[in-house]
């Protein structure tokens, strides 16, 4: 079936160390991919984007995040968190040519040790 | 600039009524769509809203309807409210002619009793 997946619901990391939220999807075509970050009782932010081109984007807050067509993959990725980075992470797709709603994964849940 | 605004923050109601939710796009968006996201899951896609038409629907009953004004702002409708219908609901705004680039708003919270 078509999908984005999230394997981890929850993810706890240290302060200061690094972080790689992982996302997988599975159709035909590549799709627009993007991660969201959502606050407790906030909307979603944009992360990052990726269309086409350079397959390693940087995003907002020190994130980036590298596209593999191989794996069907587009993980999310920052070298040192901050105590401000736990959040809902969400990995998201869309097919402009065909529609124009967002395809999202069920989230990872980050956790931050001081 | 304001970004998306949606209105009101939070909202209780009983099972069997109805409910109106609000949003207006960000400044220059044309375009408005409506997300529901379920404690604990990722937002579904409920409809859009452009030239003030429905383009696209998500796997949402009839109960879910809207409304876009020639402002661009778009109104939520859900009839006889189920206790499943309780949830984050989600506006988005784009500008058709620009990047493909969702904004989203803070959302509205349902809670069905």
């Known amino acids: 079936a078509q999908s984005v997946t999230q394997p981890d619901i929850h993810i706890t990391v240290s302060e200061g160390a690094s972080l790689e939220l992982r996302c997988n999807y599975s159709?035909?075509?590549?799709?627009?991919l993007f991660w969201y970050v959502q606050s407790p009782g906030q909307g979603l932010q944009l992360l990052l984007k990726?269309?086409?081109?350079?397959?390693l984007v940087q995003g907002i807050k020190g994130f980036e995040a590298e596209f593999k067509r191989s794996q069907s993959s587009f993980n999310l990725r920052k070298p040192s968190v901050h105590w401000s980075d736990a959040a809902e992470y969400f990995c998201?797709?869309?097919?402009?040519?065909?529609?124009?709603?967002?395809?999202f994964g069920k989230g990872t849940r980050l956790h931050i040790l001081p | 600039d304001a970004g998306v605004t949606q209105s009101p923050t939070h909202l209780i109601k009983t099972r069997g009524q109805q409910v109106t939710l609000r949003c207006s796009p960000k400044s220059g968006h044309d375009t408005v769509s409506w997300y529901q996201q379920a404690l604990g899951q990722g937002p579904q896609f409920i409809f859009q809203y452009y030239e003030e038409e429905e383009r696209q629907r998500g796997n949402f009953p009839d109960r879910f309807s809207g409304h876009q004004f020639p402002n661009y702002s778009s109104e939520l409708n859900v009839n006889a409210l189920l206790l499943g219908d309780s949830a984050l609901y989600l506006c988005a705004s784009r500008k058709t002619s620009s990047s493909y680039e969702q904004y989203f708003g803070p959302g509205t919270r349902l809670t069905v009793t």
């Open positions: 990726y269309f086409s081109g350079d397959t």
């Open positions: 998201a797709v869309a097919f402009p040519n065909r529609d124009d709603k967002i395809i």
């Open positions: 159709y035909g075509a590549t799709p627009y």
